[in-house]
T-cell receptor, first 109, second 113 residues
Framework: GQNIDQPTEMTATEGAIVQINCTYQ??????LFWYQQHAGEAPTFLSY????GLEEKGRFSSFLSRSKGYSYLLLKELQMKDSASYLC??????????FGKGTTLSVSS | DSGVTQTPKHLITATGQRVTLRCSPR?????VYWYQQSLDQGLQFLIH???????AKGNILERFSAQQFPDLHSELNLSSLELGDSALYFC????????????FGEGSRLTVL
């Protein structure tokens, strides 16, 4: 089976840096994804890691350690619009992406 | 706009009823995935179709069924509805059989009274 854990809620202030962690256990591993979802809206793709290391894309970076079953999403220079849920998802040996329950990030001024 | 279209956007019905949710994938995408999202469970994978054939089943109840038609649109049928079926139902599509990036529709919000 698959198990994905991430914190339920986090808070941060504008301009700060926040790290959202995700740990996973899967039967087989073929990639880890991060999605952003604003309340009542569709999830949108942020990043994809399949090899160990850091992938940087603007203010967002994602890190993967396959041996530890661990990933994090790093958000820099936080803005109010970054208030959203951040979903960690894993592709195992099957054809579906399995999602964690998400981390709700609240950014305050 | 992801290019994935879902209808209806909102649906209110009563317990015991049956509803059909429709999804049109992005042009060229052969895979369609259905997910259910409720407040306490997050995004739960229901079922995956690729080019008209079922490829994987997740936590889909026996009261639910789906199909993908030759024009690649998909329908999710929910029957004998219960209060607990109230949720946001998302359809997502991708090009291949094994998902890279998934493109999500805006969702269909189902309320069962």
């Amino acid at each position: 089976g698959q198990n994905i854990d991430q914190p339920t809620e986090m808070t941060a202030t504008e301009g700060a840096i926040v790290q959202i962690n995700c740990t996973y256990q899967t039967s087989g591993f073929n990639g880890l994804f991060w999605y952003q979802q604003h309340a009542g809206e569709a999830p949108t793709f942020l990043s994809y890691n399949v090899l160990d290391g850091l992938e940087e894309k603007g203010r967002f970076s994602s890190f993967l350690s396959r041996s530890k079953g661990y990933s994090y999403l790093l958000l820099k220079e936080l803005q109010m619009k970054d208030s959203a849920s951040y979903l960690c998802a894993v592709r195992g040996t099957g054809t579906a992406l399995i999602f964690g329950k998400g981390t709700t990030l609240s950014v305050s001024s | 706009d992801s290019g994935v279209t879902q209808t209806p956007k909102h649906l209110i019905t009563a317990t015991g009823q049956r509803v059909t949710l429709r999804c049109s994938p992005r042009s060229g995408d052969l895979s369609v995935y259905w997910y259910q999202q409720s407040l306490d469970q997050g995004l739960q994978f229901l079922i995956h179709y690729y080019n008209g054939e079922e490829r994987a089943k997740g936590n889909i109840l026996e009261r639910f069924s789906a199909q993908q038609f030759p024009d690649l649109h998909s329908e999710l049928n929910l029957s004998s509805l219960e209060l607990g079926d109230s949720a946001l139902y998302f359809c997502a599509s991708s090009v291949g059989e094994r998902p890279g990036e998934l493109f999500f529709g805006e969702g269909s919000r189902l309320t069962v009274l």
